[in-house]
C-alpha cells in the first residue's frame, strides 16, 4: 500500500504553471494541472500485486508527457550547442545603415549564438568532417536579426532548388540508412563531381576548416551579400565577418577520429567548461563593403555564394564585438527551440538577390512550422523579441498570451467608444529599399553567365594554403574518395580537380593509385588570382588563452614541478586537466595527495592542445607498459603538440622511440610549454 503523507496546503503552491520555471527545492510536487501529489513511486493498483488502474490520473499525465518530450530534428543542422551573450558596438556606422545596433558606441544587445554540424542527426559524433553552422540571434531594439551563417565563407550550391538534392546526397544513403554524419561516401561525391559550382566549398571541406578545435577557433561568415541602407536610403553591398579573438586551430583528421571516440561531445564540452571556468569566447563583427560600381568590375558575380571577395581586395572593417558568456539553463527550452530566420531583418539590412539566399527566406520560416508545431514558435522566450511586439495575429496552437479587447483587424475605429484601437504601422518601420539597379526583364528559370567560373576561386584557395595544409587537403580527398566505392564518381572528381590544380590532382590519384583522366572540361577557363593569406589557417594561428592542457602524474611525482606549471598556466588563462592512471589521484614525493580529474584511458591526448608528462622514473618504466599510456605519449608526439616532461616523462617519450625536439621541453620551465600551447612542430611528421 502507498504510504499516505499529508498534502500540502492550497496557499503553499506555485502560481499557475504559465511562467512558472523555477524548481524550488521543496516545493510541493503537483501534476501539469496543479493537483498536489502524495506519491510519486508507485503507480495506483488493486491491491498489492493486482493490475494497474485506469484512473491513475498522475501515472497516465507522466507517461503521456514523457511519450512527447522530443521534437522533429532539424532537417539539418540537427547537433549544435547554443550560449548567450552579448554584442557591443565598437564603430558606428550611421553613414552606412540607420540599423539600431549599430549607432551608439558602446551599446550592448543581448545574443544567442548556436553552433552545429551540418550532416550529422542529434545524437550524432560533434568532429565529423563537416561545415559548421554558426547563427546569431541578435536581439535589437528594433526586433531579432538572425545572421545565419558558416564557419566556411563559401556554400556548395548557387541556387536554392539544388539544397534537397545535396543534401540527400551526403545524408546516410536512403537504402542503408549509414554512413552517420560523413561526406565519405558514393552519393555525397557522386553530387558534387557532377556539380562543378560545389568544388569551390568542397576544397574547403577537405581542409582543416572542417576539422575546427573548437567553435572558440572558428571564423563565423554570412556567406551571402547583404545590403545595408542608411537613414537616407542610400544602400551598399555588404559581406559579414565574425573573427575568433582567440585565433584559429584546427586539429588533424587523426585526432578528430580519435576525439570522437573518446568523447563525441568535445566541441560541445569545450565551449561549456571554457564558459564555466570565465574564458568567455570573443568574436569582432566585420564587415566589407562595397558598391555596384566595384561589384560590376569583378571577374566574378557578387550575388554568387560559391565566391568569396578576397580580404586583400576588400579589408574586412571590424564594427563591433560579441562575446558569449553565459551556457543556456536548458538545453530543450532554448537551444532545441531557438528558430533562426534569414527572414529576420530589422530596418537598415536588406536582402541582395543571391539565389541561394532568395530560396532560404521561405525555407527557415517553413520548417520551424514543422519543427517546433505552431506558428507561435516565435512566443518561445529564446526566439521573443526583446522589444515591444504588436500585431493583430492570433490564436493559434499553444497561444500563450491572453489578448485583452476586441481589435483584432485595422483599420478599426473602436477608440470613438473609449476602446483600445491596437497597433498602427509607422514611417519609421521596416521598408524594403527602393532598387534601381534590376532592370524590367523577363521571368526565366536560368543560371547567370557570371556564374558560370567555378575553379579559379578553389584554386585561389588552394594556393593560398601552407605546404602543411596543402597536404592535408590532398589527404584529406585521398581519405574520401578511398571510402567511394563507384570507380566512375572517383575518376569524375579528379577530372574536376584537374581544373583546379594539376598537382594537387596528381597526389590526389596518387594516393588513391589510380591514373589521372582526362580533365573535364570547365564551362569557364579558370584564371590565376593573387594568394590570400587571410585564406590560411597556419598564417594566421592562435592565441594562448582557453587551451586545455593534460598533466600526466604519477605516484612520487615533484610537487613543485605540478605547481609551478599549474601556476603558469592559470597565469596563462590555460585550462588544465590532472590525469593520471587511476581517477582518485596520485600521492606526490611530499606525501601530499593530488585528486585526479581524469583516468588515463578516459583522457587520450588528443583531447588536449598540449600535454606535461610529470613522472618518476621507476613509475614511468612500470606505466610505459599500459597502452592508453603509450597513446598518450606517442599521440601527443605525432599530432606535434608540445610536450613538458620531467625525468621520468623523458624516458616515457625514450621508450616510445620519439626523438626530443624544440617542442620537447623541461618542465621546470613551464613557460617554454606555454608559449607553444596553441602551436604545432610540423617538422614532427612527414606530411605527403
Ligand atoms: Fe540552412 N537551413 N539552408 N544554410 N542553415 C537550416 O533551418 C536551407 C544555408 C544554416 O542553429 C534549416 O531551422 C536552405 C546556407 C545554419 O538552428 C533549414 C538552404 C547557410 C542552420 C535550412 C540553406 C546555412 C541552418 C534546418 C539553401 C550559411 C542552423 C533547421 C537555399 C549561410 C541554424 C532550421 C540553427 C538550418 C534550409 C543553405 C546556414 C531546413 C533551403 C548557405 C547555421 O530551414
Given at each position: 500500500m502507498a504510504k499516505h503523507t499529508s498534502n500540502p496546503s492550497h496557499n503553499a503552491l506555485p502560481q499557475g504553471s504559465g511562467g512558472e520555471t523555477q524548481q524550488r527545492g521543496g516545493c510541493p510536487l503537483t501534476t501539469n494541472h496543479g493537483v498536489p501529489i502524495s506519491d510519486n513511486q508507485n503507480s495506483l493498483k488493486l491491491g498489492t500485486r493486482g493490475p494497474t488502474l485506469l484512473e491513475d490520473f498522475v501515472l497516465r499525465e507522466k507517461i503521456f508527457h514523457f511519450d512527447h518530450e522530443r521534437i522533429p530534428e532539424r532537417i539539418v543542422h540537427a547537433r549544435g550547442t547554443g550560449v548567450h551573450g552579448y554584442f557591443e558596438c565598437t564603430q558606428p556606422i550611421p553613414e552606412l545603415t540607420k540599423a539600431s545596433l549599430f549607432q551608439k558606441k558602446g551599446e550592448r544587445i543581448p545574443v544567442f549564438c548556436r553552433f552545429s554540424t551540418v550532416a550529422g542527426s542529434k545524437g550524432s559524433k560533434d568532429t565529423p568532417r563537416d561545415v559548421r553552422g554558426f547563427a546569431v540571434k541578435l536581439y535589437t531594439n528594433e526586433g531579432n536579426w538572425d545572421l545565419v551563417g558558416n564557419n566556411m565563407p563559401v556554400?556548395?550550391?548557387?541556387?536554392?532548388?539544388?539544397?534537397?538534392?545535396?543534401?540527400?546526397?551526403?545524408?546516410?544513403?536512403?537504402?542503408?540508412?549509414?554512413?552517420?554524419?560523413?561526406?565519405?561516401?558514393?552519393?555525397?561525391?557522386?553530387?558534387?563531381?557532377?556539380?562543378?559550382?560545389?568544388?569551390?566549398?568542397?576544397?574547403?571541406?577537405?581542409?582543416?576548416?572542417?576539422?575546427p578545435r573548437s567553435f572558440r577557433t572558428m571564423e563565423g561568415f554570412g556567406v551571402h551579400t547583404f545590403i545595408l541602407v542608411n537613414e537616407k536610403d542610400e544602400t551598399h553591398f555588404v559581406k559579414f565577418h565574425w573573427k575568433p579573438k582567440q585565433g584559429l586551430q584546427s586539429t588533424l583528421?587523426?585526432?578528430?577520429?580519435?576525439?570522437?571516440?573518446?568523447?563525441?561531445?568535445?566541441?560541445?564540452r569545450d565551449m561549456y567548461e571554457a564558459i564555466q571556468a570565465g574564458h568567455f569566447p570573443e568574436w569582432e563583427l566585420g564587415i566589407q563593403v562595397f558598391d555596384k560600381e566595384w561589384a560590376d568590375q569583378q571577374p566574378y558575380d557578387v550575388l554568387d555564394a560559391t565566391k568569396i571577395i578576397p580580404e586583400e581586395d576588400i579589408p574586412v572593417k571590424v564594427i563591433g564585438r560579441m562575446v558569449l558568456d553565459r551556457y543556456p539553463d536548458n538545453f530543450f527550452a532554448e537551444t532545441e527551440q531557438v528558430a533562426f530566420l534569414p527572414t529576420n531583418v530589422v530596418p537598415g539590412i536588406d536582402f541582395s538577390n543571391d539565389p541561394l539566399l532568395q530560396g532560404r527566406l521561405f525555407s527557415y520560416l517553413d520548417t520551424q512550422k514543422s519543427r517546433l508545431g505552431t506558428t507561435n514558435f516565435h512566443q518561445i522566450p529564446v526566439n521573443a523579441p526583446k522589444c515591444p511586439m504588436h500585431n493583430f495575429q492570433r490564436d493559434g496552437m499553444m497561444q500563450t498570451h491572453v489578448f485583452k479587447g476586441r481589435a483584432t483587424y485595422e483599420p478599426n475605429s473602436l477608440d470613438e467608444v473609449g476602446e483600445e484601437t491596437g497597433p498602427?504601422?509607422?514611417?519609421?518601420?521596416?521598408?524594403?529599399?527602393?532598387?534601381?539597379?534590376?532592370?524590367?526583364?523577363?521571368?526565366?528559370?536560368?543560371?547567370?553567365?557570371?556564374?558560370?567560373?567555378?575553379?579559379?576561386?578553389?584554386?585561389?584557395?588552394?594556393?593560398?594554403?601552407?605546404?602543411?595544409?596543402?597536404?592535408?587537403?590532398?589527404?584529406?580527398?585521398?581519405?574520401e574518395l578511398s571510402k567511394v566505392q563507384l570507380d566512375h564518381v572517383r575518376l569524375r572528381m579528379l577530372g574536376q580537380l584537374l581544373n583546379v590544380d594539376k598537382e594537387l590532382a596528381q597526389a590526389v590519384a596518387d594516393g588513391l593509385g589510380l591514373d589521372l583522366p582526362a580533365p573535364i572540361p570547365a564551362a569557364k577557363e579558370p584564371f590565376d588570382m593573387p594568394p590570400s593569406d587571410a585564406l590560411s589557417i597556419l598564417k594566421r594561428g592562435g592565441a594562448v588563452a582557453g587551451r586545455c592542457v593534460g598533466i600526466l602524474v604519477s605516484d612520487g611525482a615533484d610537487k613543485k614541478a605540478v605547481q609551478q606549471l599549474q601556476q603558469a598556466l592559470d597565469k596563462a588563462k590555460v585550462m588544465y586537466?590532472?590525469?593520471?592512471?587511476?581517477?582518485?589521484?596520485?600521492?606526490?614525493?611530499?606525501g601530499s595527495h593530488l585528486k585526479a580529474d581524469e583516468k588515463i584511458d578516459g583522457a587520450p591526448s588528443v583531447l588536449f592542445d598540449a600535454v606535461a608528462l610529470i613522472l618518476t622514473p621507476e613509475e614511468a618504466k612500470r606505466l610505459a607498459k599500459l597502452k592508453p599510456v603509450q597513446d598518450f605519449v606517442s599521440d601527443a608526439y605525432n599530432h606535434c603538440k608540445a610536450i613538458a616532461h620531467s625525468d621520468g616523462g623523458l624516458a616515457l617519450l625514450k621508450n616510445q622511440q620519439l626523438q626530443p625536439d624544440a617542442f620537447t621541453v623541461d618542465i621546470n620551465d613551464a613557460q617554454a610549454l606555454v608559449s607553444k600551447v596553441s602551436e604545432r612542430l610540423w617538422e614532427r611528421v612527414p606530411q605527403s
Open positions: 556554400f556548395f550550391i548557387q541556387d536554392a532548388m539544388k539544397f534537397p538534392d545535396l543534401i540527400h546526397a551526403v545524408k546516410p544513403e536512403a537504402d542503408r540508412g549509414f554512413p552517420q554524419a560523413a561526406s565519405a561516401h558514393d552519393t555525397f561525391w557522386d553530387f558534387v563531381s557532377l556539380m562543378p559550382e560545389s568544388t569551390h566549398t568542397v576544397m574547403w571541406l577537405m581542409s582543416d576548416r572542417a576539422l583528421w587523426d585526432e578528430a577520429v580519435k576525439i570522437s571516440g573518446a568523447d563525441p561531445d568535445y566541441l560541445r498602427r504601422a509607422s514611417e519609421q518601420g521596416f521598408t524594403t529599399v527602393a532598387r534601381h539597379d534590376i532592370e524590367p526583364a523577363e521571368k526565366l528559370r536560368v543560371r547567370a553567365e557570371a556564374f558560370a567560373d567555378h575553379f579559379s576561386q578553389s584554386r585561389l584557395f588552394y594556393r593560398s594554403q601552407t605546404p602543411v595544409e596543402q597536404a592535408h587537403i590532398i589527404a584529406g580527398f585521398v581519405f586537466k590532472v590525469v593520471a592512471e587511476k581517477v582518485g589521484g596520485v600521492t606526490l614525493n611530499d
